[in-house]
């Protein structure tokens, strides 16, 4: 794919800054240089000079480098006019791109257009994105492995052993009147189950890549005054919560974002959960309730003095992993109470259970290196690489799909359908590189990049 008009953009940030950048690419290029520039520009090549508006009277002076497609970022051929950053002299750059005959970029569209050249697959392309708003080094450096093509490079193995294994299905269903019984074969058996295997180590990694790109979600959860907005706002270091001892107080969720350990965490402090005939209260207890069903971990906040955990429905059928934080306990040790943690994490089916004193700092310690572990910091971050929601939901798809196939195998019934759910794994596990013609998809992808890139 190769564009017929051309697109141009500024680079680079908002606001003022030593050096920005006018980027164009497409088939216009030359021209359009030569008529800023006022001269021919070798491809590779940095020409210093003036940038001419259409009276020939400079608007601004410094870098020009022109890269000739296929080698370049799109693929086609592009502009890069790198000149002073301040914001008006910027915007008299990109006018007179624009009326040499440029149009406005999309975007995203640069990296849509490297994707539609196959500069890139579509796992890579978002990797950019990744890599640009990227909130910690780990998240930085897990991106550029996808940028890479490490997420790629083993996306597409398993893609390939899927279509190897539904040849052999294939060819052993034509086959099938032959003496050899090739369906009974264990090879293929192993084969199958190799690549769940493959699978699991593949989603893990991508699993911890998608936690350092969207982050961490964890809910403050609990009944009116135990803390919990005292507790975001220790672990924010901002008084971003009203705390007060009325009980009632926060009526709606809170969000911060936070980094701890170099792992970005979304806090979402809930008003207390109480029975109440306040209307205002009732939906901010509904909110609650509907933060927690949509978690990734849940902090349920108790009192140390008088234990009394909230009215979440079912709790023993929420999603979300659970910690139950038993906070006063500097006022707990004064009355020498004690406390079974054992039964309160078996009424929360909760798997940790820790004790802070959010007042007075103790145990705050603990809890954050429990949110840090959380969030993945302590496992293996050798091959992480960056992962969206969307890359889970189809690598979740393949393997199920896989998975079906064996049990076919396994269990002799209808092993023919087994070949067809080949099919659909590897249709599935393709979505993540982009192996397919899906517009919509594309849309939405590339419409959350800035403009410029």
């Known amino acids: 794919m190769i564009s017929n008009d051309t697109i141009a953009a500024i680079a680079t940030g908002a606001g003022r800054a030593g050096v920005g950048i006018v980027r164009v690419s497409g088939p216009d290029v030359q021209n359009i240089a030569e008529k800023i520039t006022g001269q021919a520009l070798n491809p590779r090549y940095a020409h210093y000079g003036p940038f001419f508006n259409a009276k020939q009277t400079a608007i601004d002076e410094g870098l020009a480098i022109r890269f000739a497609g296929p080698n370049s970022y799109t693929g086609e051929d592009v502009l890069e006019l790198q000149g002073h950053g301040g914001p008006v002299v910027l915007d008299m750059v990109l006018q007179r791109v624009l009326e040499c005959g440029a149009r406005p970029a999309r975007p995203g569209e640069f990296t849509e257009r490297a994707f539609l050249n196959d500069k890139m697959d579509l796992a890579q392309a978002e990797s950019v994105a990744d890599l640009i708003d990227a909130s910690s080094q780990a998240a930085a450096q897990a991106a550029v492995r996808s940028l890479d093509g490490e997420f790629s490079r083993t996306v597409n193995a398993i893609s390939e052993e899927l279509m190897n294994l539904r040849a052999w299905?294939?060819?052993?269903?034509?086959?099938?009147?032959?003496?050899?019984?090739?369906?009974a074969d264990a090879t293929l058996q192993n084969r199958v189950k190799t690549l769940l295997e493959d699978f699991d180590l593949m989603f893990s990694r991508a699993s911890q890549g998608s936690r350092l790109t969207d982050g961490l979600t964890v809910v403050i959860a609990g009944v009116a005054n135990v803390g919990k907005s005292s507790l975001l706002n220790a672990l924010s270091g901002l008084d971003r919560a009203i705390v007060t001892d009325i009980a009632g107080t926060t009526r709606d969720v809170l969000r911060e974002e936070i980094v701890l350990g170099g792992m970005p965490i979304h806090l979402i402090d809930t008003a207390g959960i109480r029975l109440t005939d306040d209307v205002v209260e009732q939906q901010g207890i509904e909110r609650a309730q509907q933060a927690?069903?949509?978690?990734?971990?849940?902090?349920?906040i108790v009192n140390a003095e008088q234990i009394e955990l909230p009215e979440l429905g079912d709790i023993h059928s929420i999603n979300a992993p659970v910690t139950v934080v038993i906070n006063k306990i500097d006022k707990l040790e004064s009355n020498h109470h004690s406390i079974d943690e054992t039964l309160i994490a078996s009424q929360a089916s909760a798997k940790t259970v820790l004790k802070v004193s959010i007042k007075q700092g103790d145990g705050m310690e603990d809890l954050r290196n429990h949110l840090i572990s959380l969030a993945g910091r302590d496992e293996a971050v050798e091959g992480v690489f960056s992962a969206r929601r969307r890359h889970l939901d189809a690598l979740s798809r393949s393997r199920d799909a896989t998975d079906a196939a064996l049990t076919r195998l396994r269990s002799g019934n209808m092993p023919e359908l087994a070949a067809e759910e080949l099919k659909i794994a590897r249709q599935a596990l393709d979505e993540v590189t982009g192996r397919f013609d899906t517009e919509d998809l594309l849309g939405k992808v590339f419409g959350q990049f800035c403009i410029g890139k």
């Open 169 to 183: 299905l294939e060819a052993a269903l034509d086959f099938s009147e032959e003496e050899i019984d090739f369906l």
């Open 292 to 300: 927690v069903a949509s978690a990734d971990h849940v902090l349920i």
